[in-house]
């Protein structure tokens, strides 16, 4: 895995890239050595299911599920972009840079993911206030 994975078929039709975080990318490469072969896949899917078989949302929300007691709380799928996105932003990604990374189109899709609470729009504030850097 070079960071960068490709997603066949994304939901707008067309291919696109997604990059990877070193984390990721190394869970993904000791997934890809070791436990996808384990699961005898009878598909070129790239998460293949105990039967070896393509992972479906169902196969999906199932696995997230089984997370639940581990992590405290229900993890659903849907809000992985949204929570991704926000956190982008908040780490201070260019607004250009995450509607590529999110493969979205158009900055309306940007913003219907990013969810900014008044915290957020107070600490953008103290950063870039434009009076406070007078240095007055």
Excluded at 6 to 23: D, E, F, H, I, M
Excluded at 94 to 107: F, K, N, Q
């Amino acid at each position: 895995v070079d960071g960068v994975l490709l997603v066949r078929l994304a939901k707008s039709g067309k291919p696109r890239l997604a990059p990877l975080g070193k984390t990721a990318g190394a869970d993904l490469a000791r997934y890809l050595r070791h436990g996808r072969p384990r699961l005898k896949p009878k598909c070129d899917a790239l998460f293949v299911n105990q039967f070896g078989d393509a992972i479906n949302r169902y196969g999906l929300r199932q696995i997230l599920r089984r997370m639940d007691p581990a992590i405290g709380f229900h993890l659903h799928a849907h809000r992985l972009r949204p929570t991704c996105a926000t956190s982008h932003l908040r780490a201070g990604s260019p607004t250009e840079t995450l509607r590529i990374l999110g493969g979205w189109s158009g900055y309306q899709m940007v913003m219907r993911y990013v969810s900014l609470l008044p915290d957020d729009l107070r600490d953008a504030q103290a950063n870039a206030s434009p009076v406070d850097r007078l240095g007055r």
